[in-house]
């Protein structure tokens, strides 16, 4: 399993500060501002991310939302 996280949050620039500093420990991250860019996101990657750091509230979108949706793709995802 890929040491991969993925960043929902529609503050696009927490979302570069946190995978900059995620990249400095050999962390890799795919960045997502939004439900539907993130499950496409997570659908997509060829590395799967078993770790996700997901904003509650993102404008229109919610996180408590999101968290079942990305675990039906992947169940072993920590969230």
Do not use: C, W
């Not at 420990?25 to 990657?45: P, V």
């Not at 750091?53 to 039906?72: A, F, R, T, V």
């Amino acid at each position: 399993m890929s040491n991969t996280f993925l960043i929902v949050d529609d503050d696009t620039v927490f979302t570069r500060i946190l995978a900059r500093a995620l990249k400095r420990h050999g962390i890799q991250s795919l960045i997502a501002h939004n439900q539907a860019d993130a499950l496409t996101q997570y659908s997509r990657a060829l590395a799967k991310p078993n770790h996700a750091i997901i904003d509650l509230n993102m404008g229109e979108d919610s996180g408590l939302d999101l968290i079942p949706k990305l675990l039906s793709y992947g169940p072993q995802l920590k969230i």
